[in-house]
């Protein structure tokens, strides 16, 4: 018997329907916000992917030579071809650009529990702005999805990339060590960050300046950076960051829509693209982040493009949906207003199809009883798999041009008039 291989899944048709309402509240938040959809390969060179996707990612790519000889791998996130869109087929659209994008990813994770190696993403990004009202807007249309798919308590955790890159770059530490330094942040493995700073001949200040950014953390936007501030004063990059940050949340305040924030100074992500602010979001019942983005102002740059500043955020569909499992969110599916037809002979067959013409013309999702199955054994096997409304076709009351209209749930049946038919179930399923 074949299986699905190890951290591939089946989505059943309850975990697909779940997966495709975040992916539709998702796709409605970024026509809401003025993102355009793109739709881009699975497949995309290695060279491509492997850029500045971080080590940690790229030791878990996908990656294969296909039949022509080419190093090609899955994309194991979607920044990476849009960016190369950018620099390329779109370079002369004009900004800002917002770019919308949906669909499955690829990394060979350890499978655990939100850990997938096949898993789904709703990923927004906007290019042309160094402003922090794009930082702003990217941290607010997550805030709006989370809210708009009813989740509870989520928190946004927040930092800045250029506070970290600040000291260690005044410190004199290369691209490469400041990445490595940064994957043992993302691990929050700090002992181990602070011995690798130590190793990379950081002074004794500059130390003391980490082992205390580490520590620095807390709900209070304002207070955090008040306190950042003083503990970067003499790196110059570092207080540009904080300075930024502090525009940020202004703008975040101010917007109106309750937040909810965990400011952490040593915050780092493990993709190595980051240039700026930069976050996860979380709700409190699961410790893996829902989804997570920043600031990345080089990419497009490296990709042979201009210099195009841009920031995004990619919302990660599976964590989604099992947050709204733990939290028994049950989105709205069409299975509330579905409606059996069941026809007690066979002389009325072509009227039960003829009124589930009828009934889905008006927009109800209709089965029609296709086993022959007397109307009780129909009932039951409706009752079973949920389904809403049965109409009972039966030539008593086709004679009298009525139908008989039965709410499953409540187990209550009424005679009702075929012209009224459709609107007495859209009255009682609103
Ligand atoms: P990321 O943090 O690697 O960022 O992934 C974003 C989200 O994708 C995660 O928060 C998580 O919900 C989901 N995700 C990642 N890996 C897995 C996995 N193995 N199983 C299940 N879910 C997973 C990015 O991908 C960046 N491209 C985000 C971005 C866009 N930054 C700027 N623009």
Redesign the pocket.
Known sequence: MFKTVRGMRDFLPNDAEKMRYVEQVSREVSKLYGYEEIITPVVESYELLAAKTGEE?RQRMYNFEDLGGRKVALRP???ASVARLVATKMRNEPKPMRLFSTGSLY?Y?EPQY????E?W?A?Y?LFGSTRPEADAEILILTNDLLKRLELQNYRFKIGHTGILRGILNQEGLDEGQQNRLMQLLDKKNWEDALANARGANVSQKGLRTLERLFETRGEDAFQVLESVKETVQEYEGALAAVENLWEIFELVRDNGEQMDVMVEAGFA???EYYTGMIF?SYIPEID???????R?DKLIQLFGGESIPA??????I??IVLSLNKQKVSPKTAKERSVVVISVKNESKAKALELSAMLRKAGLPVEVEVMGRAVSRALADADRRGVAYAVIVGPEELKAEKVVLREMKKREQRTVEISNLTEEILVSST
Do not use: K, P
Not at 311 to 316: L, S, Y
């Open positions: 990612i996130e979607f920044t990394r994770d939100g850990r997938f190696r898993f993403q990923n990004e992500r493990g993709l996860e893996v982040a829902l989804g997570g983005g920043g990345y920031v995004g955020v990619a919302q990660g599976d964590r």
